[in-house]
């Protein structure tokens, strides 16, 4: 079982470019979770998935990030049009029975705009 | 302040000795869970306990529950250096349950050789 996977492990955007962030759940599990660290920081929720649906996204700022998590293939976290205050540490998370029974983390993608 | 705040913020400590984190919190929970950071890694689930147990352990880590006080611990006994890390308390809101946990600012804890 490899675990919770995300790729890239790190990637640089020039501000105003697309970043795309990748994670596949560990298998068995339906639910995937975003988080956002900030250096010397806790992390932040941003959206709670399961397969072809988005559960709970209040934690997404309104415009510029998107989640999906098709039938297929692996939950995509998309930021459009990134700007400097995007750099931060994005972690996903999945749970075979959800958040109550807990998590098991990928080792996040870190984004860096310059 | 925020859901979910450890204290102390940064602990330094001797290998062999005890370490306490503590985590409080501002409503009413399922329960709470501890990770673990190295830095640059993801998170490492701890211990879970729930809202109607007191007191947890596991192998070397003892965590207690107060839902009066709205607290946790969470002991590290006979530290060693390789428990260096971040410790963050994450709680299952009964407003939120089930849809996400919420993550303290957490603990940087080093265990000096």
């Known amino acids: 079982n490899a675990g919770v996977m995300q790729n890239p492990r790190h990637l640089v955007r020039r501000r105003g470019q697309e970043a795309r962030l990748r994670c596949s759940p560990m298998?068995?599990?339906?639910?995937v979770y975003w988080y956002r660290q900030l250096p010397e920081e806790g992390l932040k929720f941003m959206v709670y998935?399961?397969?072809?649906?988005?559960?709970?996204e209040s934690g997404m700022p309104k415009e510029r990030f998107s989640a999906e998590f098709p039938k297929e293939g692996p939950s995509i976290l998309r930021i459009q049009q990134v700007v400097r205050g995007d750099s931060a540490a994005y972690f996903c998370a999945s749970s075979e029975l959800g958040a109550t029974y807990g998590y098991t983390f990928g080792s996040g993608t870190r984004l860096t705009v310059v | 302040s925020q859901q979910g705040e450890e204290d102390p913020q940064a602990l330094s400590i001797q290998e062999g000795e005890n370490a306490t984190m503590n985590c409080s919190y501002k409503t009413s929970i399922n329960n709470l869970q501890w990770y673990r950071q190295n830095s640059g890694r993801g998170l490492v689930h701890l211990i879970l306990?729930?809202?109607?147990?007191r007191e947890k352990h596991s192998g070397r880590l003892r965590v207690t529950l107060d839902t009066s006080k709205k607290s946790s611990s969470l002991l590290i006994t006979a530290s060693r250096a390789a428990d260096t890390a971040s410790y963050f308390c994450?709680?299952?809101?009964?407003?939120?349950?089930?849809?996400?946990?919420?993550f303290g600012e957490g603990t940087q804890l080093t265990v000096n050789p």
């Open positions: 998935l399961q397969k072809e649906n988005i559960i709970d």
């Open positions: 306990i729930r809202s109607n147990e």
């Open positions: 298998k068995g599990h339906s639910h």
């Open positions: 994450a709680t299952d809101l009964k407003e939120t349950s089930g849809s996400r946990l919420t």
